[in-house]
């Protein structure tokens, strides 16, 4: 089975704190993607990569980056956590190229900005 | 920008009955589409996809129907149950510069009752 694990379950920092959300995946996909869910809006797309150190802009970046830096891992980063960052963080994994599938994910990491 | 909605944000269901979960959605150029389940405290997972070139799908009690005429998607659930209680998301999967990428509807929550 696909394994995609984000480090944290729950995360509560303050604002202005630097934040690392972690995540890896098991099986050798080359696309990854962070979301964050809101109530009533849904899943919406922070950043996503096709391959290693290769980034793309979602439909949210502001106030946030990324990286990645082996296959396997993706991190979301908040340069200056404030309290409208609070939120659940969703990490997926898709295999990549001309593959049209559906993506894997996580079990969600909610981050509370105090 | 195109994007992915929802008709009902909230359904209620009698347990036994049928359930339908319809989906609009707007980029003509989406070939690919998913639905998710999200129960609480979970992230999404995948129940059935369907691709452009199908109108109808089925999986074990669960069939998503495609209507490209009109950009409509459903998922119908057969012989609902309380474990069918969640949200539910569509997808399309829509290409981007490096490969694909998933958006995401609003979801609507179904609830079962007993």
């Known amino acids: 089975d696909v394994k995609v694990t984000q480090s944290s379950r729950y995360l509560v920092k303050r604002t202005g704190e630097k934040v690392f959300l972690e995540c890896v995946q098991d099986?050798?996909?080359?696309?990854m993607f962070w979301y964050r869910q809101d109530p009533g809006l849904g899943l919406r797309l922070i950043y996503f990569?096709?391959?290693?150190?290769?980034?793309e802009k979602g439909d949210i970046p502001e106030g946030y980056s990324v990286s990645r830096e082996k296959k396997e891992r993706f991190s979301l980063i908040l340069e200056s956590a404030s309290t409208n960052q609070t939120s659940m963080y969703l990490c997926?994994?898709?295999?990549?190229?001309?593959?049209?599938?559906?993506?894997?994910f996580g079990q969600g990491t909610r981050l509370t900005v105090v | 920008g195109e994007s992915v909605g929802l008709h009902l944000p909230t359904l209620s269901v009698q347990e036994g009955d049928n359930s339908i979960i319809n989906c609009a959605y707007s980029?003509?150029?989406?070939?690919?589409f998913i639905w998710y389940k999200q129960e609480s405290g979970k992230g999404p997972q995948f129940i059935i996809d369907?691709?452009?070139?199908?109108d109808k799908r089925q999986g074990q009690r669960v069939t998503v129907l495609l209507n490209k005429t009109v950009k409509h998607l459903s998922l119908q659930i057969a012989a609902t149950q309380p474990g069918d209680s969640a949200v539910y998301f569509c997808a399309e999967n829509i290409k981007g510069a490096g490969s694909y990428q998933l958006t995401f509807g609003k979801g609507t929550k179904l609830s079962v009752i007993p």
């Open positions: 990569s096709y391959d290693v150190k290769m980034k």
């Open positions: 980029n003509s150029a989406s070939d690919y």
């Open positions: 997926a994994s898709s295999p990549g190229g001309t593959m049209n599938t559906e993506a894997f």
């Open positions: 369907i691709r452009s070139n199908m």
């Open positions: 099986m050798d996909h080359e696309n």
